[in-house]
């Protein structure tokens, strides 16, 4: 399936794996936190008792912040932000991540500067992906409609969360295997893809 792009304005990514490239090791994250292998990290954290959860969560922002400075932009992801800020578009972050550690993956890959505060929604920010919420809050702050917006990731969680709230969802998939492919609007393997449709 195809989308234009000529009457949406407002882009919200992920971050991971998507701006990034990706060099989480969730399987592992969860061995460190003792979680089981087959939960989402958050769903996971949120069925703990409040004292253990909140002990493993900072346990989490440290792992995650060792990842963040190790942060590489993904190819094309300068291009592409540079391309939609020239056409006056809308530009956020929804991210499973704490704040603090999408500021320092941003910073880390050089890609700071197109991401205010203000529009880098975290986990801490509004209940997270598959959650359609964090795309509404980022779409009323803009006053903008679902129509106008465009969510993409890399996972069947970003996926979930941008058809739920109306966003058409761009699927990046830099190995071409596509498993969530029913839920995209557009599937594509790299940024530049996206480019060559604006």
Wanted: charged share 20%.
């Amino acid at each position: 399936m195809s989308i234009s792009f000529d009457l949406r304005d407002c882009w919200i990514f992920d971050m991971d794996g998507t701006l990034t490239v990706s060099i989480h090791d969730f399987d592992g994250i969860k061995r460190i936190l003792g979680l089981p292998i087959d939960r989402p990290i958050l769903e996971a954290l949120n069925e703990l008792p409040a004292a253990q959860a909140a002990q493993l969560h900072q346990q989490l922002d440290a792992l995650e912040l060792d990842i963040a400075h190790q942060a590489t932009a993904q190819v094309g992801a300068r291009e592409l932000l540079t391309k939609l800020r020239s056409r006056g578009d809308r530009i956020g972050i929804l991210t499973r991540n704490s704040k603090p550690n999408a500021q320092a993956t941003l910073a880390a890959c050089g890609l700071a500067e197109f991401f205010p505060a203000e529009s880098i929604l975290s986990r801490h920010c509004c209940p997270p992906k598959p959650s359609p919420d964090g795309i509404w809050q980022l779409l009323s702050s803009w006053s903008a409609s679902p129509e106008r917006s465009v969510m993409v990731g890399d996972y069947l969680f970003d996926l979930e969360a941008g058809r739920r709230a109306g966003s058409a969802t761009v699927y990046l998939d830099p190995t071409g295997e596509f498993p969530w492919q029913d839920r995209a609007d557009l599937p594509i393997t790299t940024l530049a893809q996206i480019i060559a449709m604006l």
